[in-house]
């Protein structure tokens, strides 16, 4: 059974750092690309950021480029989302999300419960 | 960025009535190469992640009833259930995958008459 298990989320003032968590099993880690996608409060889905199988290739949303940085350590089964300058309108749910392809974002067949990141002084 | 565009913002339609959610992209999703369309869809109930009903525009995930089906091609697509249950209120989105960013329409929430 596949899982995927956010961790890292909390209340963050504006211009701080999170560094998110995703701990995956019951699947070949290595061999998925895995994405971040995001919900603000009462509003739909954004993808955020994505990170082929093997870790060689990172995508990323304008929104969160340059402020974002997502990895993978495939000997733990866990993807990261760094955050940093984080700000207000960062505020939302973060899924994270296994895709169907090895190397790039296509979409997702698995996601976590999420974990709420909020950004406010 | 393709945008994606759903149609309507909200819907309401009686127990075991048809209901029908559009979506058209800015530009097509259709591949020449292998004659797919990078077309999702995903079904969000409160509280819960999203969970995938359809990809390459029309083919059911594994478990999905078959009461869901997914049709189009190019930019403009379709999620048709065929008789609403009462376990289908939810929000529904559209998402393109042909181009990086993935980018997702702005949900259509069904509710039941």
């Known amino acids: 059974e596949v899982q995927l298990l956010e961790s890292g989320g909390g209340l963050v003032q504006p211009g701080g750092s999170l560094r998110l968590s995703c701990a995956a099993s019951g699947f070949t880690f290595s061999s998925y690309t895995m994405s971040w996608v995001r919900q603000a409060p009462g509003k739909g889905l954004e993808w955020v950021s994505g990170i082929s199988g093997s870790g060689g290739n990172t995508y990323y949303a304008d929104s969160v480029k340059g402020r974002f940085t997502v990895s993978r350590d495939n000997s733990k089964n866990t993807v990261y989302l760094q955050m940093n300058s984080l700000r207000a309108e960062d505020t939302a749910v973060y899924y994270c999300a296994k895709d169907i392809s090895a190397t790039k974002p296509y979409y997702s067949d698995y996601w976590g419960q999420g974990t709420l990141v909020t950004v406010s002084s | ?113």
């Not at chain 2, 478990?63 to 869901?68: A, E, I, L, M, T």
């Open chain 2, 1 to 113: 960025d393709f945008v994606m565009t759903q149609s309507p913002d909200s819907l309401a339609v009686s127990l075991g009535e048809r209901a029908t959610i559009n979506c058209k992209s800015s530009q097509s999703v259709l591949y020449s190469s292998n004659n797919k369309n990078y077309l999702g869809w995903f079904q969000q109930k409160p509280g819960q992640p999203p969970k995938l009903l359809i990809y390459w525009a029309s083919t059911r995930e594994s478990g999905v009833p078959d009461r869901f089906s997914g049709s189009g091609s190019g930019t403009d697509f379709t999620l048709t259930i065929s008789s609403l249950q009462a376990e289908d209120v939810a929000v529904y989105y559209c998402q393109q995958y042909y181009s990086t960013p993935p980018t997702f329409g702005q949900g259509t929430k069904l509710e039941i008459k």
